[in-house]
């Protein structure tokens, strides 16, 4: 139940084309708090509730614990959520043995793309793709739950 996670702005829209897949995300925030994040998520035809913890010094590593549900919940569960419900579409890049998941963000983060990779441990080697930009894994302002609150159009 721990995530080892690094992200990054995407500099090209290259990854499209390296796609293997991508679905539509609809997210909302129960609870923001950065200590405990709640989240809904509508992905596709499947609903999920995500509960994550604070992360480490470096923004890496932090608990979290997700369980699919019935759709039909997530959806009801979306309108109770804070303002500032998420909607980007997630495009699923292979590159060397990890999957970057990459976010391409609509509304009022249009214009943002974001990709994550999951490691096994921080220090875990990947292979860099030539889109990939500036890492931002410690910056706050790129976390859905932020970007929730304060979103890119805003900056």
């Known amino acids: 139940m721990v995530e080892i996670e690094r992200k990054f702005l995407v500099k090209s829209q290259a990854f499209k084309k390296e796609a293997k897949s991508s679905n ?3 997210q909302g925030f129960l609870n ?13 035809d499947k609903g999920f509730i995500t509960v994550k ?7 890496t590593t932090r608990f979290e614990w997700e369980k699919e549900i019935p759709i ?4 009801a569960l979306i309108p109770l959520c804070e303002p500032g419900v998420i909607d980007k579409k997630r495009y699923f890049v292979e590159v ?20 994550e990779i999951e490691l096994n441990h921080e220090e875990e080697a990947y292979t860099r793709p030539d889109w990939l930009g500036e890492e931002v894994t410690n910056e706050v302002k790129y976390y859905n739950s932020q970007l929730s609150k304060i979103p890119f159009k805003a900056w």
């Open 72 to 75: 039909h919940e997530a959806e």
């Open 96 to 115: 060397g043995k990890h999957v970057f998941e990459v976010d391409e963000f609509f509304g009022d983060n249009a214009g943002l793309i974001i990709a």
């Open 32 to 44: 923001t708090d950065p200590l405990r994040t709640v989240r809904v998520r509508v992905s596709g």
């Open 24 to 26: 539509r995300i609809v």
């Open 53 to 59: 913890g604070k992360g480490n010094q470096s923004g």
